[in-house]
C-alpha cells in the first residue's frame, strides 16, 4: 500500500478533497489557507503515531497543529478520515485519544457509523472496535 504522495504523505488532491469534504458535506466552516497549512502536520503526527504503534492526545495533536482549538483539530481529523477511506485505509484517528479516558471521543465513533467500519471487523461492541481499527493502523504502519 502506498503512503507517500509528498512529504507528509498527503498530496494536494488529498487535501483539497478532504476540505471540501469538511466544508461542503459536513458543512463546517474552516479557512481554505489554515486548513491545508494544519492538516500536513497533524496528518505527519498520526502518522508516527501509528508506526510508533502508541497512541496521541489531543492536546497533544493539536500541538503539532499548531492549534489549541479543539473544534479544529476535529475538523481536520474528520478531513483525515475522508482521505483514509478514499484511500481504503484504516481509520487513522482512532489513535487520538482523550487523556484521562485513554478512549477515543465520541466523534470517533461517528466516524465508525459515517464508514459503516463495523462492517469490515467480525466484533461486537465499541470497545472492541476500537481495538481492532487500533490493531489495523498499527499494523498497516508499522510495514
Known sequence: MEHNSS???LSSDDV???YRFV???QNK????ETFEKR???LYEALVETAKAGETITYSELAAAADTDRR???SKLLD???HIEEQHDRPALSVLVVNAHTNQPSRAFMEIVNRYSLRDRYDVKGDEAIIKAITNTVHKEWSN
Open 7 to 9: 512529504s507528509s504523505g
Open 16 to 18: 483539497e478533497s478532504a
Open 23 to 25: 466544508t461542503q458535506v
Open 29 to 32: 466552516n474552516a479557512n481554505r
Open 39 to 41: 492538516i500536513h502536520p
Open 71 to 73: 473544534n479544529y483539530t
Open 79 to 81: 478531513g483525515i478520515s
